[in-house]
């Protein structure tokens, strides 16, 4: 059995509910008594590939239907370009690497060999 795709492209805001909605359908549906066939890819072979993309399509409006107002903002884009701690894109200035400015912490050199006497 080859891959195949779920769809040609999933959204970033739609990943975490595809995933979720994958997982419960699993769960719900998957064979947990045989463990040799305890694999996702026993579902989709006996569903065939159409209903199973069907079936996750159905359950990741439902997933996103449940969500608590917290789930919805973690499931959000970021509002900043730029999250803290990822380097700037290129051409952008950038104080020192990962965003550190001078004096944010201990500097360390390393140290040279020294040659050691038997």
């Given at each position: 059995?080859?891959?195949?795709?779920?769809?040609?492209?999933?959204?970033?805001?739609?990943?975490?509910?595809?995933?979720?909605?994958?997982?419960?359908l699993f769960?719900?549906?998957?064979?947990?008594?045989?463990?040799?066939?305890?694999?996702?890819?026993?579902?989709?072979?006996?569903?065939?590939?159409?209903?199973?993309r069907e079936?996750?399509?159905?359950?990741?409006?439902?997933v996103k239907?449940?969500?608590?107002?917290?789930?919805?903002?973690?499931?959000?884009?970021?509002?900043?370009?730029?999250?803290?701690?990822?380097?700037?894109?290129?051409?952008?200035?950038?104080?020192?690497?990962?965003?550190?400015?001078?004096?944010?912490?201990?500097?360390?050199?390393?140290?040279?060999?020294?040659?050691?006497?038997?």
């Open positions: 059995m080859s891959a195949e795709l779920l769809e040609p492209f999933t959204p970033e805001e739609d990943l975490l509910p595809t995933m979720l909605a994958i997982i419960r769960d719900r549906y998957g064979n947990r008594k045989v463990l040799t066939q305890a694999r996702l890819k026993f579902l989709v072979k006996k569903w065939g590939i159409a209903a199973f079936a996750v399509r159905e359950e990741r409006r439902l239907l449940t969500a608590s107002g917290e789930d919805l903002k973690a499931w959000a884009r970021p509002q900043s370009p730029n999250p803290p701690g990822f380097p700037h894109p290129r051409g952008s200035p950038s104080p020192s690497p990962r965003g550190l400015t001078s004096g944010a912490g201990p500097t360390f050199t390393p140290r040279s060999r020294q040659a050691s006497t038997p």
